[in-house]
Structure formats: structure tokens, C-alpha cells
């Protein structure tokens, strides 16, 4: 078995990306994981919600999109519905956030007192308190928070999140940049240099401040080099545009739109401001991820799998996403990229 990892990590050295039949790296831990709840794009399908991203950081969770099924998909998934922090839409179609009522009464009934925050473009008030009509009210209050047209900025579950626009045809439509930082490591060999005892180093490694040699030694002064953190990119419903492949340079993992797999449906992607799979490997073919994710996909697309080779021809590290796969990233020991695993 173990020779069965080597050689998968040596055909597979640029991009880690761990399937679930082989082991993981030893010496990592899970730090950021991610399911596609719904895959579905327009219209649910029986075996296909509609979108939404579940993130996952050490316990602490937040949404991407709640569109219809976004409940269901969270119940089989069994991450549980009160550490949801905040849910962010993308836009306001409704396939988006439909879904968002059943979730308010899901939490309610999960027993949630903390606030939920939900932001989106402008027009998130309006759109919310229409859903919220049939919601009986809540026993956790419930912030929301309209963002400019150029996006913004937001901190969630640990997150460092970029809300920036993409081209959906005028609709106000954002996608998201999540960035887990990482700690520097602890380098012993300041911390005796500085006079600092073994017993006080935990401390320090907790971001905690001691007294050593008649100074005050804080975790900045035994810390080495800066570590590179993790980066997924979710973005659905757009064209190819320029903030979508500023945004997505140098990430882990994209999640992207794959709306049409075949070029015939080209015209339909121009009309309705969506992408093929062939355009999103293009941007991930700039912007060299680790891994491209499609989802988001037309009803008239019933296997998105058999298209795959539109994408893998172009991006190679590309696959379909199902609703219900899981992902685990963890920070690498000396790659430039992040491990992924698929579930």
C-alpha cells in the first residue's frame, strides 16, 4: 500500500491531490474542509440539490450559497447546524437562496443563540425579509450585511475572505476567496538564544507573551520565516473575466462553474452568462491551481463526469464535483501546495 502512495505522489508531486482509496501524508491534521452540498444549476434534480459550499475550520463552520436542499444535504452530511457562523450568497437568483428559509427553522430548532450573519450584494435586506415572511421568529438574532458592487472584505470561522465581482450579466454577483493563514513556526533555537526555559515555550507557541533575561520575549521574537496558509476560490454564474482570474491566481483549490460541458452549448453560456467546461480549465490553466473543481451544472447535463475530458485536456487536474464529496485540505510539510483529499 505504501508503494502504491509513493508512486501516486510522485505522478502527482505538483498538484498533492490525495484520492480517498490511498493514505494521507502522515504529520498533517485536518485544518479546512469543504463539502458540496448542492451541485445543481436552475433546477433541482432528484439525485441534485441546488448550490451550496459547507466550510469547515477546527469546528467552526459557515455556507456559501443555501440554495434549495441546502438542509437536506447538511443533515446526510452530519456537520451539524448550529456551529454555522455565517452564510454568504453570491447573488440573489434562486437557486442561491431559496433554500435560506428551511435553514433559519433548522437552526432554530438546532437549538442556536449565537447570531448568524448573511452577507450578499446590495439588496440583501429586501431579499431576505421576503424568504423570512414564512419564518416565525427567532430565538438568534440575525445580522445582515450589504456589500458594495466592488465587494469586500469579511472574517469568518478563521477565514480571511475577499468577496470580489464577476461578470453575470448585470446581476450583482460575487464570488469568494477564503485564505486560512497559517502560524510561523517556533524556532527553539531563538527561544534559547533569548534566554527563554523550556517550560515558558507553550506559551509562547499560543501566541502568549514571557519574561526572559529582563525583557518581555513575545511570540514574533522565536518565530521562523512566514509559512504559507491555504486558498480556495468559490465562484459561480459568471463568464470568464478579469477579477475572476485576478482572484483565483496561486489558490489551492478552485471551485468553479461548469455549467455546459459540450462547446455546442456555447450559445446558451453567452446568453445566460455562464461558462463551459473548457473556459474554466482555461482559467485554471492561467492561474495553476492545485485542483479545479466544476460544479454548478445544467439540467441538461445528466453526467457531468462524461465531459470531463473537455477540462482534463486543457487543465489536467480537474474533476466533477457531487453533491455530498467532501474535501480536506491540510497545510503541506514542504509542497507549494496545500494536500487535498476527495471523498
Known sequence: MRKRVRRLQEREKESMIILRIYELPEG????????????????????????????????????????????????KLGWGFR?????????????????????????EKAGKTETLHIWG??????????????????????MLHEMPPEGGNIESIGLQIRAFPVDHGGIPCYGYRMYLPRKNEFSPEKARALGVPVSEWKKLQEGGTVRAGGREVRTEDVSGPARKGITVVFSTDTRPCETLEKYTRDADLLILEGMYGEEDKMPQALKNHHMLFREAAEIARKTQPGALLLTHFSTSLEDPESCLGNARSIFEKTWTAKDGG???????????KAWISLC
Not at 48 to 59: I, M, T
Not at 326 to 336: C, G, S
Open 326 to 336: 467532501a474535501i480536506t485540505l491540510r497545510y503541506p510539510a514542504e509542497e507549494e
Open 83 to 107: 456551529c454555522i457562523e455565517d452564510v454568504l450568497l453570491t447573488h440573489f437568483h434562486g437557486d442561491h437562496c431559496t433554500g435560506l428559509a428551511g435553514l433559519l427553522l433548522s437552526l
Open 28 to 75: 498533517g491534521r485536518d485544518v479546512l474542509e469543504c463539502c458540496t452540498l448542492g451541485t445543481g444549476g436552475t433546477l433541482p434534480l432528484p439525485e441534485r440539490a441546488l448550490s451550496s459550499l459547507y466550510v469547515r475550520v477546527n469546528g467552526r463552520s459557515m455556507l456559501i450559497d443555501c440554495g434549495e436542499g441546502t438542509q437536506v444535504g447538511i443533515r
Open 121 to 142: 450584494p446590495r439588496g440583501l435586506k429586501r431579499v431576505v425579509e421576503g424568504l423570512c415572511v414564512i419564518v416565525p421568529p427567532l430565538s438568534y438574532p440575525v
